[in-house]
């Protein structure tokens, strides 16, 4: 999928061959962001085969990426305690019109994939957006962080 090499039984296929899953970029880190959010972690970084997918699942619709990547995000190390300690876990939302247009919102499909173990544990509607705001795609850290 990502390269074009055929991917042969694992759980990233038919997403990742061999090589693309040996080169996935997982560091499984502690973020600090500070403000109202108690905890934040990163599964892996936004390059190679993981932005691929990302990409794909973001854009394409490809929803599979999602379900895998939220999977093997509540496994990592880090994201498992965060989650065995989780009162709850809440996707952002994305504004109405921009669901619409993609079909499905990402964040929901990848808390969905990190909460299946643990029912009750997803509070999908907690929130809503109630205001349109850019995209982020193409703005630099600092830009995204605001």
């Known amino acids: 999928w990502c390269c074009g090499n055929l991917a042969d039984g694992d759980a990233w296929a038919p997403l990742l061959c061999r090589g693309c899953d040996a080169e996935f970029p997982i560091f499984d880190a ?3 962001i500070g403000g109202e959010i108690s905890a934040a972690h990163a599964f892996a970084e936004f390059e190679g085969p993981a ?5 794909d699942l973001k854009y394409a619709g490809v929803i599979r990426a999602g379900k ?3 999977a093997r995000m ?3 190390p880090g994201a498992s305690k ?3 300690g989780a ?4 996707p952002v939302p994305l ?4 669901r619409w247009r993609r079909g499905h ?3 929901a499909v990848l808390a969905r994939a990190m909460a299946r173990e643990r029912p009750g544990l997803l509070l999908a509607n907690a929130l809503r957006r109630v205001r349109a705001t850019r995209p982020q795609c193409g703005l630099d850290q600092k830009q995204t962080r605001r």
Request: charged fraction near 20%.
């Open 82 to 84: 965060i989650l065995r």
């Open 30 to 32: 502690a973020i600090a």
């Open 95 to 98: 504004h109405w019109r921009r």
């Open 105 to 107: 919102n990402q964040a």
């Open 68 to 70: 895998v990547i939220g």
């Open 51 to 55: 932005r691929r997918l990302l990409i």
């Open 87 to 90: 009162d709850l876990v809440v």
């Open 74 to 76: 509540a496994t990592a």
